[in-house]
């Protein structure tokens, strides 16, 4: 059995763990393109090479940032999302004009 | 001859049906088995512990919360903490904390869960979601070799350090702590798979004389 070393558990049988694809950055929802979202959404690289992705351990329910080789599917690092995400990401939907305002416009 | 059955209560354990020819007591609006007939204490024992009172929080300000009630949260990400009144704390990760009572604690939790809410704390359903199976005897981590694959003897994992992993192929938190003076394990597990579970844990115990085990073993 392969082994996958979790930064918060340490090394586990990779059975505990589940692929959760490529860590990409995220466009501006209220900006992007239809076209940027979906891609965003629906598309993935699926390059040969040094990869970095989501992974979870499932038991614990903590996800966390590996490196992988989609080569020779060797596991370089992994570490903590804290590395990268620094802050809470918060989503605001667009100011819908009201109904008033329709009827004066 | 018992007279106070699960069927009596809504709130039963997810395995009740698994606990025949078994004394039971009132407990948190619910029947704790407190021995089975005709039986003495087993070498090792199995114990269904799942109605008990239990809560959870997680959320950036759950730590500060829980000093703030006169807690002892634990230090470190996945190890736990149990107060001489018997409550514990388990750290789950970095900020997900669960509060149990061990059996015989006076402690009032749904107090205390009123007491930890506020900004910043998201509380977490560990009670019906969850079972709670405790194995005591003297080949814990033998036994727990054979379903699995961390290495939970003592030298490698103290009382009060706890595992998320997964057991006989179903995921689940193993805590190392005492109760009532002896070594035990503390077995979270799915309440879905509770019924799998406890009759695997049952036949990998089955080498070293396991059997069911009431409360009264533990208290």
Redesign the interface.
């Known amino acids: ?1 392969k082994i996958i070393n979790c930064p ?2 340490g090394p ?2 990779s ?2 763990f589940v692929h959760g694809g490529e860590v990409r950055q995220m466009p501006d929802p209220n900006n992007c393109t239809d076209k940027e979202w979906a891609d965003y959404v629906f598309y993935s690289d699926n390059l040969i090479g040094v990869v970095t992705e989501w992974w979870l ?6 996800w966390f940032i590996a490196e992988r080789h989609t080569g020779s599917d060797e596991i370089l690092r992994t570490y903590d999302p804290a590395e990268i995400y620094t802050s809470r990401v918060e989503f605001k939907a667009k100011e819908e004009p009201s109904a008033s305002e329709e009827k004066t416009a | 001859m018992s007279l106070i059955t699960p069927e009596q209560f809504d709130s039963r354990s997810f395995i009740y049906r698994k606990h025949q020819q078994a004394q039971f007591a009132e407990v948190a609006g619910a029947a704790q088995v407190v021995s089975y007939q005709g039986q003495r204490f087993p070498e090792m024992g199995l114990t269904d512990l799942s109605v008990l009172p239990r809560f959870g929080l997680r959320g950036p300000a759950a730590a500060d919360a829980l000093v703030a009630a006169g807690l002892l949260p634990p230090d470190k ?2 190890t736990l903490t149990l107060s001489d009144e018997g409550l514990m704390v388990l750290r ?3 900020t997900e904390y669960w509060v149990l009572a061990v059996p015989g604690a006076t402690v009032d939790l749904p107090a205390l869960e009123q007491q930890l809410s506020g900004p910043g704390i998201y509380p977490v359903y560990c009670h019906d979601s969850f079972a709670w199976l405790v194995m005591s005897g003297d080949h814990l981590a033998d036994v727990m070799a054979k379903v699995c ?2 290495d939970l003897r003592e030298q490698n994992f103290a009382s009060g350090d706890l ?4 057991l006989a192929r179903v ?3 193993i805590c190392r702590h005492q109760m009532a003076g002896k070594n035990v394990f503390s077995i979270f597990s799915d309440s879905a798979s509770a019924g799998y579970l406890w009759d695997a844990l049952l036949d990998a115990m089955d080498e070293f004389n396991g059997a069911p085990a009431g409360q009264n073993s533990l208290i």
């Open positions: 059995m918060l558990n586990r049988n059975s505990e351990h499932a038991p614990s329910g903590y | 990400p996945n789950l990760g970095y694959a961390v595992v998320m992993t997964s995921s689940g938190v």
